[in-house]
């Protein structure tokens, strides 16, 4: 925008009688290729290669943006100054896949057998609440108050249950370096072991970078995160030069994608970790495969070829073998054209040997979405080995002008919702990988953005309703969609409703950690915020009206009607009540003050709130049988904000 903004002014001061040779006005030119995408990759042998390609890499770029700031300045246009930072042209960014149910799962998580942090767990007889600075720890039966781990300055806190420990993962508070010009990103991980009946602190761990996510398959805890380049023996956790491998993408990013493995199964902690040149956004973990999705690169953004680079608007997919008690093993790299909306947009089939990528993807002025296809490539059929990991098909381009709201890959069938006015919904066939078949698409009102494998071959979409508007919807209030999925592909719709007005918000159509199913009594448990429809039936405005807040309990496979409502509104002090008023967007909202979280034992359901918890019945009215309510702390109106 800087760029287009410099040739607008320059191109309207020529209009006013004064006269420019055409290539002053055109920026200098990149003497340099445009970087192209490597399938294999290599680390640094040494910490001395390392650092020479860094000042290599330094020296091409300030030369580069050395020219640019000659070139406005000569346009009368002030200096680059700090934004010619090497992080300034970055551009913004089938199994079954069901809720897996185990006692240490707890809440809602992608792939059996890989479990994700969340701010609440249980294990046999222990339920664990992350608040905003603590973790509390209650008696499974009976809600009976164990211990409050008070984490410090610790925010953002995300919980794992391994067997008799808990794992911890959080940021404190962003601190300046010591000369001020920089402020430093850090992350923890403090893992308590249980002794006697009480946890306590067993090791701390701290991490440079800015953490992303982690995985728990077993007795391995994979902690994804990205940092900036670290100046040799300057890191926190000594990451060998060694286990960085060079990028695959030769640009100018200037961070590191690194995969530390904590391995929890001896007696002592042992840790492995390795990177790789670039920036990941998003990730997506097997039992037998971590993929990293980046996309875009960093390079000179004054370059013109990048409007017309497929690679620099497009992303990259990196994967990673795994194994038990080691560290992650670098097996490939393919790019895709678009942008996935997140984790949920990938699958991968039984046997481990094809990812599926449904991706929407734009050429500047149209969108459209692919379900793109990939796997290993032998490059000797002859000898089976020497295989690389490629994008091997795709299916034909569908929901043109529409962007993917909500993905679900469920026996070897991918179910896809896009939105532009109305919910598309795409059912394709992948029993033949290499061969992905449209099979039928069902047009609705609104959108689902998030989909849930029911049984009786059921898909329940959990999303927002929508009001025409031209060629705009405004999003008006919740909307439940009940499908009946058939083996011909064909999805019909049994039942939808709608509830409240703009505003409302569906905690799970956000973050699938938020949906509950109860697979044994076949109901579901969903935080919600309803405001009321707007008085004057103006669609682009707000009631700030609230009509209910807490949790919503459903028996969907005979009614979306809820058969229960749970609340801990009465538990709200009045100094934090104003955010029940806090009306969301369906993208990002911010986190409820009330219910977050619902989790399902023998007794019944388990509310959770940063106020307390309650112990509900199983069945209707669902009343509640114990209660515990949490010491109040100074941040107990604190709410993160999703994005």
């Known amino acids: 925008m800087k760029f287009l903004t410099s040739i607008l002014s320059v191109a309207v001061l020529s209009g006013c009688g004064t006269r420019h040779d055409q290539s002053s006005i055109l920026p200098p030119e990149i003497p340099l290729p ?8 290599e680390t640094f042998s040494t910490c001395k290669e390392l650092v020479q390609w860094q000042t290599e890499k330094d020296k091409l770029w300030e030369n580069n943006a050395g020219l640019y700031s000659q070139w406005l300045n000569s346009q009368s246009r002030v200096s680059l100054g700090s934004s010619t930072s090497m992080n300034a042209a970055a551009p913004s960014a089938a199994s079954s896949q069901g809720q897996a149910s185990s006692a240490e799962a707890s809440t809602n998580i992608q792939i059996p057998g890989v479990d994700e942090p969340d701010i609440a767990k249980m294990d046999q007889t222990r339920i664990f609440f992350a608040r905003t600075s603590s973790v509390e720890i209650l008696e499974r039966t009976g809600l009976s108050p164990v211990q409050t781990i008070n984490m410090g300055d610790l925010r953002n806190l995300n919980l794992l249950v391994h067997k008799n ?10 601190r300046p370096i010591l000369d001020n010009s920089e402020i430093e990103f850090s992350f923890q991980v403090h893992i308590f072991a249980r002794t006697e009946g009480e946890y306590k602190l067993e090791k701390q ?45 030769d640009g100018f990013d200037r961070n590191l994608t690194v995969v530390h493995n904590v391995h929890l199964g001896g007696k002592k902690l042992l840790q492995e970790s390795t990177a790789i040149v670039g920036r990941g956004n998003q990730i997506f973990m097997t039992t037998q495969h971590l993929y990293i999705i980046a996309t875009g690169y ?9 409007a017309s680079d497929r690679l620099y608007n497009n992303s990259v997919v990196t994967r990673f073998d795994l194994a038990p008690h080691h560290s992650p093993k670098f097996s490939g790299a393919a790019g895709f054209d678009g942008r996935i909306r997140n984790q949920l947009s990938l699958g991968e089939d039984d046997r481990g040997q094809h990812l599926f990528i449904a991706a929407t993807v734009s050429d500047g002025t149209l969108l459209s979405n692919r379900l793109w296809v990939f796997a290993d490539k032998s490059q000797n059929p002859h000898e089976g080995f020497d295989t690389t990991f490629e994008l091997v098909a795709s299916s034909e381009p569908f929901g043109e002008r529409e962007d993917i709201r909500s993905v679900r890959f469920m026996n070897h069938r991918a179910y896809i919702v896009t939105f532009e006015k109305t919910d598309p919904l795409f059912a394709f066939d992948l029993s033949q990988p290499l061969r992905p078949r449209l099979m039928s698409h069902l047009e609705i009102p609104g959108f689902s953005a998030y989909l849930h494998p029911l049984p009786e071959n059921k898909l329940l979409g959990i999303g927002y309703h929508t009001i025409a508007d031209n060629r705009f919807s405004w999003l ?22 709608q509830f409240g007005g703009r505003g409302s918000h569906v905690d799970a159509g956000h973050n699938h950690h938020a949906f509950t199913f109860d697979q044994a009594r076949q109901i579901v448990a969903l935080p919600v915020r309803v405001f009321a429809a707007s008085s004057d039936e103006t669609p682009s405005h707000y009631s700030n009206v609230l009509e209910f807040s807490g949790a ?5 496979l005979k009614s979306l009607e809820p058969v229960g409502r749970l609340s801990h509104s009465d538990w709200i002090p009045e100094n934090c009540r104003w955010q029940l008023k806090t009306t969301n967007w369906w993208s990002w909202a911010t986190e409820s003050i009330d219910i977050r979280r619902v989790l399902v034992t023998e007794e019944g359901y388990i509310s959770l709130s940063p106020f307390g918890a309650r112990l509900h019945l199983g069945t209707a009215p ?14 107990q109106c604190a709410s993160n904000v999703w994005n």
């Open 34 to 41: 445009l970087p192209v995408l490597k399938t294999k990759s």
């Open 165 to 174: 420990r808990l794992l911890v993962i959080g940021t404190p508070g962003l």
């Open 205 to 249: 761990l701290n991490f440079d970078g800015t953490y992303l996510d982690a995985r728990l398959i077993k007795d391995d805890f994979l902690i994804i995160a990205t940092q900036e380049l670290p100046k040799v023996g300057k890191q926190k956790n000594k990451l060998p030069c060694e286990r960085i491998h060079k990028p695959l993408i």
């Open 298 to 306: 960093t390079w000179f953004y004054w370059d013109p070829r990048l």
């Open 476 to 497: 008006s209030g919740i909307q439940l969609s009940l499908f009946q999925t058939a083996e011909d592909g064909v999805v019909r719709t049994i039942e939808q409703r």
């Open 552 to 556: 919503w309990i459903l028996e969907p």
């Open 622 to 635: 669902f009343a509640t049988k114990s209660e515990t309510r949490f010491s109040p702390t100074e941040d």
